[in-house]
Structure formats: C-alpha cells, structure tokens
C-alpha cells in the first residue's frame, strides 16, 4: 500500500516544484495502478490460500472481511480511481498558477508524514520478520527475536 502512495507523493513533488504537466500527472496516476496489481496479487495470493484449506483465515477481522480482503478491495478502489483520474485528466489536472503557502506547508506535511510513516513500517517489518528469504504463511511469532 506504501507504493500505491508513490504516485500522488510523485504528483505532489511535481506540483511543489512547479513542474507539474499532464504527462507527468499521468505518470503518477499510472505508478499507483501498476502499485495496485502488485498489491492485488499479494493480497488475492492470501485470500487463495485460506480458500481450499476451509480455516477461518488469519489476522484480525473487520466488518466480517479478513484485513487481506480489505487491502485487495481497496487496490480495486484505486485503480477505478486512478483510471477514472486519467480519463478526465484534462479536466481534473491541478492548476498551479500562483504559490500558496499554506497549501505548499500542507504538502511538505504530508510528504514528511509518509517518509516516517515508511520508515517505521520497514522498522516493524524487519522485527517481525527478521531476514529470512523463506517465511511462514501464518506467522505466530516475531523471526528476528527468535
């Protein structure tokens, strides 16, 4: 799900330098939909393989839907709304025309939030599962402190 974020961050970057084109907002509309099919098939992997085996699945449940379930429904979400962005391009490409600080230190915001948010989930990932090249289908423990 971080690098379905990498295209807006890409669309922001541009549009904070004033760069920003319709080629390049396409460019990061199309980084988020490639982003998604990776995820889809990651999370459509787990969704199978709790399919054929008749279990209650694995990890937390919310509204009845396993979080893996979740994450595939919302990769199908952002490519509808990527691919609804770049269909109407023309009409939905931001116009930068004079600088607004405010708007400018919202964007500073949030790419500064999603660099320690990156940084702390790879932080989490390494605890959780160490460095190992083959891991577990269901984890029940944390690899590296084992």
Not at 14 to 42: N, P, T, V
Not at 55 to 67: I, K, Q
Not at 69 to 79: E, Y
Request: hydrophobic share 55%; charged share 15%.
């Amino acid at each position: 799900m971080l690098l379905v974020c990498l295209g807006p961050i890409y669309i922001l970057i541009c549009r904070e330098k004033g760069e920003l084109d319709l080629q390049k907002y396409m460019i990061g509309h199309g980084i988020s939909i490639l982003s998604s099919l990776a995820g889809m098939l990651f999370s459509a992997r787990q969704i199978l393989l709790h399919i054929p085996a008749n279990d209650p699945g694995y990890g937390g449940v919310f509204l009845g839907l396993h979080f893996y379930t979740w994450s595939f429904i919302t990769f199908i979400i952002v490519i509808f709304y990527s691919a609804v962005m770049m269909i109407f391009s023309d009409l939905l490409l931001p116009n930068y025309t004079k600088s607004n600080k405010l708007v400018d230190f919202g964007i500073k915001i949030v790419l500064y939030v999603f660099l320690f948010t990156t940084a702390v989930i790879f932080l989490a990932i390494v605890a959780e599962l160490g460095f190992n090249f083959k891991l577990p289908d269901d984890p029940i423990y944390y690899e590296l402190f084992r």
